[in-house]
């Protein structure tokens, strides 16, 4: 009787272990929507973040994820599958000449920027991911404006 409480004690502690590795994290499509650009030219850059402090990112190097689309009549849509459910934010650049990089005049950005509950810019409305994220928890679809300067 021992020794059938033991076998059956280790084949319920494998079943476990196995039942938890085999368990896959959730994940979930985002969908990301721009309308309105400037123009047709170039392409849609659109960076996902995870992290706090990783926005504003001007060298778009503290990107968790980075995908680029066409334009087509004056709109881009772009959709990041597999995504962990999580916190994120999204920071997107019109990028007219195609070099990855935001452009800038003498000061300011001549390229359109977009961010993740941002429709606006200016000097006391900077972005940060603290103000960008959002909790990514099913699949979402967004529209995000694009500001030109």
Same mark, same amino acid.
């Given at each position: 009787m021992k020794i059938i409480r033991i076998t059956f004690a280790i084949l319920f502690f494998f079943a476990v272990s196995s039942f938890t590795l085999m368990e896959e994290t959730e994940t979930f499509s985002l969908t990301i929507n721009v309308h309105e650009l400037h123009s047709s030219d170039g392409m849609v850059q659109f960076s996902l973040y995870n992290k706090d402090g990783s926005i504003p990112d001007e060298h778009f190097e503290k990107y968790y994820l980075q995908l680029k689309a066409e334009i087509v009549n004056n709109s881009s849509t772009i959709t990041f599958k597999n995504i962990p459910k999580g916190t994120y934010a999204i920071n997107i650049l019109h990028d007219e000449d195609n070099d990855g990089k935001v452009t800038k005049g003498w000061? #300011? !950005?001549?390229?359109? #920027?977009g961010f993740s509950n941002f429709t606006s810019l200016n000097p006391l409305n900077r !972005?940060?991911?603290k103000k960008a994220k959002f909790e990514l928890e099913a699949d979402k679809t967004m529209t995000i404006k694009i500001i030109y300067m």
């Open positions: 000061v #300011l !950005p001549i390229e359109g #920027l !972005p940060n991911y």
